[in-house]
């Protein structure tokens, strides 16, 4: 294979972890985030962090718990560079959500603007599974009240 076939194969891997992570998140399965992650993988956003699988399983687990919640997480704008066995990204990430208040997630859920627009900063590794994010972290530019 070219190297630059190479990379291209190795930017849709690393593309393909960003989408896994929303639809997980999304779709009631939050937990099996965890498994996206190296084994010392770290997860941070406003006010979190979370390092190593089980305590990146735990935290997600916690959000699976929360069947009122309708969400979707829309990655956008995804810039990938690899470089050998590491890679890293920056994308836009948009979240619609909506609580109801009878405790099940309601669908179709009432719109509005998004709860919040921010970006993840992700690093990749490549390992013997494939790539992994090696961190992932969250800012938030715009938060709705």
Known sequence: MNKD???LVDVKACEKLIAEYCHLVDFGNASAIADLFTPDGCWSGPGAEMVGQDQIRAGFSARQEVTRRQSRHLC???????????ATSLCYLL????????????????????K????YHDRFVRTPMGWRFASRRCELAFLRD
């Open 116 to 119: 919040y627009v921010g970006e």
């Open 95 to 114: 979240n619609f959500r909506h609580d109801s208040q009878t405790g099940v997630a309601e669908s179709p859920a009432p719109a509005g603007l998004p």
């Open 5 to 7: 076939l190479e990379e």
């Open 76 to 86: 956008t704008n995804v810039l990938v560079r690899v470089q050998g066995d590491e």
